[in-house]
């Protein structure tokens, strides 16, 4: 994207999350990489529901501020772990849907084969370790599933995902918190899962690379 682009698209997406209730406060944060070296992202101590364009923070992948007057979210580091590690990754959003984040708390990963397109799309979304708040322990726990997954549930504290472009690792918050309401409702409130066979989980996995989707772990075992 060009940066005109990426920050109209910061602003649209934190708005979205914001909406849909997935951060609460100033939570959350959201990064586009603009060019091999630089990142845009949104600040610190910001609603999501309301920022605006002069408040956006550009930085490099060390996490110097290149433009802007207000600080970057110290979970920046996550992002910019993310944008090392895998450089198909252009764009990361972190917030807090409820529902994938009360996952997070109890430690279940999202990992039971009910949802066709879950399986496609994500597969699996593990639980990366804990770490505390702004430290470099997050972007540690993060690191390992950068090339392997489309996002990953922080435990005790919310949801990350990442893309190749804005909007897809936004959706890919919706499409996570979807599957963790869907596998809440048929386990914890119907009380009974059809999951699907070895053999469909195997045909939907073979569908990725038509569908342009490079990453995604493979769902437990039925």
Same mark, same amino acid.
């Given at each position: ?8 698209? =910061? ?18 944060? =959201?990064? =586009? ?23 956006? &923070? ?93 996002? &990953? ?6 949801? &990350? ?51 342009? =989707? ?9």
């Amino acid at each position: 994207m060009k940066e005109k682009e990426a920050k109209k698209a =910061i602003i649209d997406i934190g708005q979205r999350m914001y909406v849909r209730n997935f951060v609460a406060a100033n939570d959350g944060n =959201i990064s =586009i990489k603009t060019g091999d070296n630089e990142v845009w992202a949104t600040p610190t101590g910001v609603s999501k529901g309301f920022m605006k364009k002069k408040m956006l &923070v550009k930085v490099d992948l060390d996490g110097n501020i290149l433009e802007g007057t207000l600080k970057p979210s110290s979970e920046l580091k996550m992002h910019l772990r993310a944008y090392k590690e895998n450089p198909d990754i252009k764009s990361v959003c972190h917030a807090h849907p409820p529902i994938s984040t009360s996952f997070a708390i109890a430690g279940i990963p999202l990992d039971t084969p009910v949802l066709a397109e879950a399986v496609i799309s994500l597969g699996d979304v593990p639980i990366a370790p804990y770490a505390e708040l702004g430290s470099k322990e997050v972007p540690e726990a993060v690191a390992p599933f950068c090339h392997t997954h489309n996002g &990953v549930l922080l435990a005790n504290h919310g949801v &990350v995902t990442w893309a190749e472009d804005a909007y897809a690792a936004y959706y890919r918050l919706e499409s996570i918190e979807y599957y963790a309401n869907i596998l809440m409702i048929t386990e914890k409130i119907i009380g009974k899962q059809n999951t699907l066979t070895q053999e469909q989980i195997d045909r939907l996995l073979a569908m990725r690379e038509k569908f342009g =989707i490079r990453r995604g772990g493979t769902p437990k075992k039925v």
